[in-house]
């Protein structure tokens, strides 16, 4: 089955933009229950407003980040050159069992999943050690990673 690149990009595009609105929502969420949580003044053993803020400043880093994401997505070119690089779209295929996984490299975010047209394609970010394995190498060289070798397919 043809990879449809552009398709592709959309759907992580379409996942990246969901994965915003739903930590929107449980930042907004967890504000209210800030606000509903009683304070110091009221018990002094109750530290649930203090962590509940943390929780807040943790969602508010998360969407940040995946607004960052969300941008060089948008911006991010399909790559069709011999050399993987980012934008590039690989499978990689482990050599003694077979097994194959697709990736779309990037270098900002990662471990997302979205299935188009029956395939299954995973981000991979270029900073990871597998990632950073798979940089510079071209369609047919072998990759070792993990104890494994796999075979790169550039898409």
Do not use: W
Not at 112 to 117: A, G, K, S
């Amino acid at each position: 089955m043809r990879l449809d690149k552009k398709k592709v990009l959309k759907a992580f595009i379409k996942a990246q933009e969901n994965k915003i609105q739903n930590l929107k929502n449980s930042l907004e969420m967890t504000r209210q229950h800030v606000i509903d949580a009683p304070g110091s003044n009221v018990s002094h053993s109750d530290t649930s407003k203090f962590q509940l803020s943390n929780v807040a400043l943790g969602l508010d880093r998360q969407i940040l980040e995946a607004k960052e994401s969300l941008f060089h997505l948008r911006n991010i070119p399909i790559h069709q050159d011999p050399a993987i690089r980012v934008g590039s779209f690989i499978r990689l295929k482990e050599r003694v069992s077979d097994s194959t996984t697709i990736y779309f490299l990037v270098d900002r975010g990662g471990g997302e999943t979205v299935r188009v047209d029956e395939l299954s394609v995973a981000t991979l970010n270029i900073v990871t050690p597998l990632g950073r394995a798979c940089l510079g190498k071209n369609d047919g060289d072998e990759v070792p990673y993990n104890k494994r070798v796999y075979v790169i397919e550039n898409l």
